[in-house]
Nanobody, 124 residues
Framework: QVHLVESGGGSVQAGGSLRLSCAAS????????MGWFRQAPGKEREGVSC????????YYADSVKGRFTISRDKAKNTVYLQMNSLKPEDTAMYYC?????????????????WGQGTQVTVSS
């Protein structure tokens, strides 16, 4: 059974930083593209950042470019999202996702697997 377990969310002031982690189990990590999505109250879920299975191809939403960094640790089956210079508009539930195909992960609202989410709240 596949599990994606997020951690690292919390409450910070604007300008602060958080690092989200997503530990994957039950799948062959190198076979999957991994990504982070977020959903704010009253808004649709949006893609934040994705990285393909090898780590060589990366996507960032325009709203987070230069502030967020995605990375994956093969040895730990974990993908991270380092979030710096946080803004109140980054407040959302953040979800980890996995899909066998990177380009599908970029476009889809139904990846192979979702995590349960971790809340990020940024106060002004």
């Amino acid at each position: 059974q596949v599990h994606l377990v997020e951690s690292g969310g919390g409450s910070v002031q604007a300008g602060g930083s958080l690092r989200l982690s997503c530990a994957a189990s039950g799948l062959t990590f190198d076979d999957y593209a991994m990504g982070w999505f977020r959903q704010a109250p009253g808004k649709e879920r949006e893609g934040v950042s994705c990285k393909n299975w090898s780590g060589g191809v990366t996507y960032y939403a325009d709203s987070v470019k230069g502030r967020f960094t995605i990375s994956r640790d093969k040895a730990k089956n974990t993908v991270y999202l380092q979030m710096n210079s946080l803004k109140p508009e980054d407040t959302a539930m953040y979800y980890c996702a996995a899909d066998r195909d990177y380009y599908t992960l970029l476009r889809t609202t139904s990846p192979n697997y979702w995590g349960q989410g971790t809340q990020v709240t940024v106060s002004s």
